[in-house]
């Protein structure tokens, strides 16, 4: 019998990329996404897969789901700054109430669980590189801390389920993650900047440019995230790219790639910024043996390519 996964938030960037390496591996998956951000589109090459199904449901509601489930995956969550910030209290909800409701399913089946973390959780970090052992640096009454502290309970009340009932619970952090169906207008660097030079629009970076973000392509973030599931370890682990960038090098880099005209400009920073983010994956390396294999000018390649593609069919 196939192992059966149920992902939340499964029809999002990173969960419908999710759904479909596990099918690829032989899973059987039932997504759940409430579409607040997700979207049919993401999931529809998948729908007529008959280990795929996907239910429009909001996890901070009670969470049944009949059959055998082997592993919950807890990617529900508005995840650029604009979504968070355009809807805060359901940012909260979901990181709260739906990490408990998932957490409970989890039980119930005898499944484990991976949720999706961030490095938010590190905040405006006043360690560089970022360690899993670093606690952070958080505003938790700023306007970005809708985010950081919804993970950060998340983490804690996975962890309280781990050392409680013995749940086996694997937490990542992810870091700023990019790739094809990585919403347009989501408001995220690399969204922005493509889909800025793609229209010939300026390039608009916040701050300076000398912030730094490290980069992890999809498919690279995936293999990562799978491997961590699929191990013994428990409790939270880097997943992301270690190569770091300024943001004003991110928009060389897209200038180049797209040959476009865009002028560069410069807008104010927003509230509690991070001035530097790259993970340590020393972790990820030993236990997992993984780390990223794609360039970020490959992988900014193939998004602005799916971009292209995306808006020669008016979807964009």
């Not at 973000?213 to 699929?230: H, I, K, N, P, T």
Request: glycine share 10%.
């Amino acid at each position: 019998m196939s192992p059966r996964a149920v992902v939340t938030g499964g029809a999002g960037f990173l969960g419908s990329h999710l759904c479909e390496h596990l099918l690829a591996r032989g899973w059987e998956v039932v997504a759940i996404d409430s579409m607040l951000t997700g979207g049919p589109a993401n999931v529809a090459h998948l729908v007529d897969n008959p280990g795929f199904r996907v239910i429009e449901y909001d996890v901070t509601n009670y969470v049944h789901v009949d059959g055998a489930v082997d592993a919950v995956l807890h990617f529900a969550s508005p995840a650029s700054p604009r979504d968070y910030l355009d809807h805060p209290i359901k940012t909260l909800k979901v990181g709260s109430l739906g990490t408990h409701n998932m957490l409970g399913l989890a039980m119930a089946k005898g499944a484990r669980f991976l949720l999706a973390s961030t490095s938010e959780i590190y905040g405006d970090p006043l360690v560089h590189p970022q360690t899993e052992d670093y606690w952070g640096n958080v505003n938790p009454v700023g306007p970005r801390g809708v985010y950081d502290e919804a993970k950060r309970f998340a983490e804690a009340i996975a962890m309280a389920y781990h050392r409680t009932h013995g749940l086996d619970v694997k937490i990542a952090r992810i870091f700023n993650t990019y790739g094809p169906r990585l919403r347009a207008n989501d408001g995220r660097v690399v969204s922005n900047f493509l889909t800025q030079a793609l229209n010939g629009d300026p390039i608009t970076i916040y701050g300076d440019g000398t912030q730094t973000r490290s980069f992890c392509y999809v498919d690279d973030e995936v293999q990562g995230l799978l491997a961590l599931l699929e191990s013994e370890h428990s409790g939270p682990m880097n997943i992301g790219n270690p190569d770091e960038f300024t943001v004003a090098e991110l928009a060389d880099a897209v200038l180049d790639l797209t040959g476009s005209t865009s002028k560069v400009e410069f807008d104010p920073l927003p509230v509690d910024d991070p001035k530097v983010r790259r993970p340590d994956i020393t972790l990820a390396r030993r236990v997992l043996g993984w780390e990223p294999k794609t360039s970020l000018r490959e992988g900014l390649a193939s998004t602005y390519e799916w971009y292209r593609r995306e808006r020669e069919h008016g979807r964009i």
